[in-house]
């Protein structure tokens, strides 16, 4: 069963199209990834899914969520679903349980239902010994996780995250994914945009990859690893003492990416690279498997949109 249908979607802002002509489906139970650079249009998207933006009608785009259309039937979709927006919009003169109590209201929980979900998920998020502290006395991290949990009171069947551990420290991030590999192990849908590659590749069964409001990518992200890129890459960073190694020298088989600051050498087989490393003495260099970002920047580009 598909949770989420869009279907030839636009948006525009006068001039600028933010989302163009996309299309693509989510799965019950899965985690979808929605990629790209700044401005690629990722949070336009979700905005519409939920109902926070309309849609531009005159292409004939549909947007479908458990059936209902975001358009006209943006409350039904609210009750099914859990927002996790950029910011964290908690208030600040509330305490954690006021904040989560106050939220569940929107929802008509009883009182007594509400307290024991709020346990529940302060206990699940790791912020029990928090319930009475002040907003303001919370670590980025702790309001991030508490923003989560307000997502989840009403026990949602769609979990919609936007850059939900930008900033974060490493510990709170893996945190992060932990959680949320139980929430879609229990069937809970997940939609997310990230900036951190490796954050997708570690949750998403899906990720899309997107550039100035277009589809460019999509699939399981071992399978986008394995089909797009080769599979080892050398970097090195380009100095005045940088030995030539450019493309006349470099032998058959192996790809050159070079920017103003560094020489990338890609390769499907280890040995070469390794052969050209032993010519750069004692130059540094890096030599690694490749990753979705080597991916995602293959697909996007390394420049900076000029939106950004």
């Not at 979990?159 to 809970?188: F, M």
């Not at 100035?212 to 003492?241: C, F, H, M, S, W």
Request: proline share 5%.
């Amino acid at each position: 069963m598909n949770v989420i249908k869009v279907h030839n979607i636009s948006k525009s802002f006068g001039r600028l199209c933010a989302v163009c002509d996309l299309s693509f489906e989510v799965e019950e139970g899965t985690c979808f990834g929605l990629l790209g650079p700044n401005g690629a249009g990722k949070t336009t998207m979700m905005k519409m899914i939920y109902g926070r933006s309309s849609r531009d009608n005159h292409d004939g785009g549909t947007i479908s969520v458990f059936g209902y259309d975001p358009a006209r039937e943006e409350l039904a979709i609210k009750y099914l679903s859990g927002v996790v927006p950029q910011e964290n919009n908690l208030d600040d003169e509330l305490n954690v349980i006021q904040n989560l109590m106050i939220y569940s209201k929107f929802y008509s929980l009883p009182g007594k239902v509400a307290r024991e979900r709020i346990e529940v998920l302060l206990d699940f998020l790791e912020l029990s010994e928090k319930v009475l502290s002040p907003i303001k006395e919370l670590s980025g991290g702790m309001q991030r996780r508490l923003v989560i949990a307000r997502a989840l009171l009403n026990n949602p069947r769609l979990l919609i995250l936007d850059e939900p551990t930008t900033g974060l420290d490493p510990q709170v991030r893996h945190l992060i994914w932990d959680k949320l590999r139980q929430l879609r192990a229990q069937r809970t849908t997940i939609l997310l945009t990230t900036h951190y590659m490796e954050e997708a590749f570690q949750i998403c069964d899906t990720v899309l990859i997107m550039d100035k409001g277009r589809r460019v990518l999509e699939d399981n992200p071992q399978r986008l690893l394995r089909e797009n890129i080769e599979a080892y890459v050398l970097e090195v960073p380009i100095t005045d003492g940088t030995p030539a190694l450019r493309e006349p020298d470099v032998p058959c088989g192996i790809r050159v990416d070079h920017t103003e600051a560094s020489l990338r050498f890609y390769a499907q087989d280890l040995e070469p690279l390794k052969s050209l490393a032993d010519r750069l003495s004692d130059h540094p260099y890096y030599l690694r498997q490749t990753t979705l970002e080597d991916v995602f920047l293959r697909a996007t580009g390394r420049a900076l949109n000029e939106k950004q």
